[in-house]
C-alpha cells in the first residue's frame, strides 16, 4: 500500500521553504503530488537568482504555509494584476482589479474629503 502524502497543502497557497541544498524560496505551489512528498513550487523569490520564475519541486516537509495578507497598496495590487496577467489566471485578475478600484475610490473620497 502506498502512503498518502497528501499534508493540506492545495494548489495556490503561499509558501515559503528550503530546499535540499538549504536554499531559500517563496512562491506559491501549483500542484501537489498525492503520493509523493513533494511539491511542485512557482517561485517567485530566492536567494538563488536560477529559481526565480521557475517552477521546482520542493519536500512538502520543508515549506511553511504563509498567512495571507488583504490590505495591500495600490502599488502592490498592480504588481499582482501583472503576475495575474503573466499567469493568464482571469479569475485572479477580476478580484485583484475590483481591489484596486475600491482602494482607488477610497483614496480619491478621502482626498476630497480633506480638501473640504
Same mark, same amino acid.
Given at each position: 500500500?502506498?502512503?498518502?502524502?497528501?499534508?493540506g497543502?492545495?494548489?495556490?497557497?503561499w509558501?515559503?521553504?528550503?530546499?535540499r541544498?538549504?536554499?531559500?524560496?517563496?512562491?506559491?505551489?501549483?500542484?501537489?503530488?498525492? +503520493?509523493?512528498?513533494?511539491?511542485?513550487?512557482?517561485?517567485?523569490?530566492?536567494?538563488?537568482?536560477?529559481?526565480?520564475?521557475?517552477?521546482?519541486?520542493?519536500?512538502?516537509?520543508?515549506?511553511?504555509?504563509?498567512?495571507?495578507?488583504?490590505?495591500?497598496?495600490?502599488?502592490?495590487?498592480l504588481? +499582482?494584476?501583472?503576475?495575474?496577467?503573466?499567469?493568464?489566471?482571469?479569475?485572479? +485578475?477580476?478580484?485583484?482589479?475590483?481591489?484596486?478600484k475600491?482602494?482607488?475610490?477610497?483614496?480619491?473620497?478621502?482626498?476630497?474629503?480633506?480638501?473640504n
Amino acid at each position: 500500500m502506498e502512503a498518502n502524502y497528501n499534508t493540506g497543502y492545495k494548489p495556490g497557497d503561499w509558501i515559503k521553504g528550503k530546499t535540499r541544498n538549504d536554499e531559500w524560496v517563496h512562491g506559491y505551489i501549483e500542484s501537489i503530488e498525492s +503520493f509523493n512528498p513533494l511539491a511542485r513550487v512557482k517561485v517567485l523569490f530566492s536567494d538563488n537568482k536560477n529559481f526565480i520564475g521557475r517552477t521546482i519541486r520542493i519536500d512538502k516537509k520543508d515549506i511553511e504555509r504563509q498567512t495571507v495578507l488583504t490590505n495591500y497598496s495600490e502599488g502592490e495590487l498592480l504588481n +499582482f494584476i501583472d503576475l495575474a496577467l503573466s499567469t493568464r489566471d482571469e479569475q485572479w +485578475f477580476m478580484e485583484l482589479t475590483i481591489k484596486l478600484k475600491r482602494k482607488q475610490n477610497t483614496l480619491s473620497f478621502s482626498k476630497r474629503e480633506k480638501n473640504n
